[in-house]
């Protein structure tokens, strides 16, 4: 041992001896935590945004569905309870709304130059985007299952049980993070985050309003049944409706294996757009 390791107190190594590393998976697995734990803190840091962020589809829930559900038809929705046929839709409208939010910090990392300093890391850059994806998801799923319980305890009588509802949230998860990997290649694509939101405000209500969120496919006309069926978030509402309202069916396989397919399609655009903007900047700073 040398004068320098023993003031530092280091440990010495005996000659021959490798040091053992982290194997690269797990080295990914543990970026991706820590990235996950800085989005964690920084919500947490505002507390009144976590508070309304998880309390907000629960009110949706109670105020939207008790004032719509008495104008609407029962042999229009198929149900009388229009509460549990509106619960998936409520769903879906929060799944929406977190993208967009799950899209502004990297949008901000980006323009104040903080994704720069990321980059410089030795880190995986993959990690920082599927970091956001994880948190998001699982920020989603805690909202879910209260809007969940809220309508349970508003007497919605779930017809797939409680193994339904671990279903309906593993819908929500793949749904949230189509929705996410869109508006993140969407916040690396744009200059500026005011044409973030420009875009981002002129397609979200309209891409929950042209499914059936709140209205079933059948009583839609033509032309809006047809832009409904392209819509991914059809598919994640029929998924948890059926769930909702008639329990187990095949039908169920299908929304499922399009929201999935969906899921990777979105995954692959958003990964691609953040490795073509990192490398952009990379070749810009001469990193």
């Known amino acids: 041992m040398t004068t320098e390791q023993a003031a530092a107190g280091a440990i010495p190594v005996p000659s021959g001896v490798v040091r053992a590393e982290t194997p690269p998976h797990l080295q990914y697995l543990q970026e991706i935590t820590a990235l996950t734990r800085r989005w964690y ?31 609407v038809d029962e042999g229009v929705i198929g149900t009388g309870d229009y509460i549990a046929f509106m619960l998936p839709g409520i769903i879906a409208f929060t799944v929406v709304g977190n993208g967009v939010a799950g899209a502004m910090p990297l949008m901000w990392d980006k323009e104040q130059g903080y994704l720069d300093k990321l980059m410089s890391m030795p880190i995986a850059r993959s990690s920082i985007i599927v970091s956001r994806f994880v948190f998001m998801a699982a920020l989603g799923s805690v909202q879910s299952l209260l809007v969940v319980i809220v309508a349970l305890i508003m007497g919605v009588d779930l017809a797939a049980g409680a193994a339904g509802v671990a279903v309906m949230l593993a819908a929500a998860a793949l749904l949230a993070l189509a929705v996410t990997a869109v508006y993140c290649a969407l916040a690396y694509w744009v200059p500026g985050h005011g044409t973030f939101f420009a875009i981002t405000g002129f397609i979200t209500l309209p891409l929950l309003f042209m499914s059936n969120a709140f209205v079933p496919l059948d009583a839609m006309p033509a032309w809006m049944e047809a832009v409904a069926l392209a819509n991914p978030l059809t598919y994640a509402i029929t998924a948890m409706r059926t769930l909702v309202l008639d329990g187990w069916e095949v039908d169920l396989l299908l929304p499922f294996a399009v929201l999935a397919a969906v899921s990777v399609a979105c995954l692959a655009i958003g990964t691609y757009q953040f490795g073509r903007t990192t490398a952009e900047r990379i070749s810009e700073t001469g990193q």
Not at 42 to 66: C, D, H, K, Y
């Open 41 to 71: 803190i920084e919500l947490t840091r505002e507390r009144l945004n976590l508070l309304f962020s998880v309390m907000q589809p629960a009110i949706w829930l109670i105020f939207f569905g008790a004032g719509v559900g008495r104008t």
